[in-house]
């Protein structure tokens, strides 16, 4: 099996010289998770389910899929793909979140944070509403993670961006 990127590269150089094809097949699940530890967990707004709710309308997560995928990829509202037969199941029950920023604006108001006069969310009780955004430091992973910041910056949060080197994890 090889990554998406270097299928991208053979695909190109196989169709351009009429040598073959290569067929993707999506098997890997992107997502990320949220720190939801009470002791843990900064800023404490984080627990609080309309904020994160927020968060996932703010993201685009079509067209950062067609960004680091040249529109090859799926978007899930799940962990479970949509190329598992037992998708439509799981796709009638769970919530999701388009990409709707009014929306998110809704829902940060409902939580007690508002935009300043810089545009960025804060709150009475915690001031501007700056979390971390985490992601692996190298190829594909560092790409998406600052896209995703990217996002959240533009929707008017204060989140800061920390790559960490792949060694930390292995």
């Known amino acids: 099996s090889l990554q998406f990127q270097q299928a991208v590269v053979l695909r190109r150089n ?7 094809i290569v067929l993707l097949n999506p098997t890997q699940v992107r ?6 530890r009470p002791d843990y967990v900064n800023p404490k707004s984080l627990l609080d389910a309309r904020v994160r709710r927020a968060i996932m309308h703010s993201l685009d997560r ?5 960004a ?26 769970i919530p999701k979140y ?9 829902l940060m108001a409902e939580a007690g944070l508002a ?3 810089d545009g960025v969310y804060a709150s009475p009780v915690e ?20 896209i995703v910041v990217d996002y959240l910056h533009k929707a008017g949060m204060d989140v800061s961006l920390n790559l960490v080197p792949t060694v930390v994890y292995n």
């Open 31 to 36: 997502h990320f998770n949220m720190q939801l």
């Open 68 to 93: 680091m995928l040249e529109g090859e990829g799926n978007v899930a509202e799940s962990m479970i793909p949509p190329t598992v037969g037992f998708y439509s199941l799981v796709d009638r029950v």
């Open 115 to 117: 935009k300043g006069a």
């Open 98 to 106: 388009p990409h709707d920023p009014r929306r998110a604006d809704q």
């Open 127 to 146: 001031g501007r509403f700056g979390p971390e955004v985490r992601g692996l430091a190298e190829g594909q992973d560092a790409q998406e993670t600052t």
């Open 14 to 20: 196989w169709v351009a010289e009429n040598k073959g």
């Open 62 to 66: 079509q067209a950062i899929a067609e």
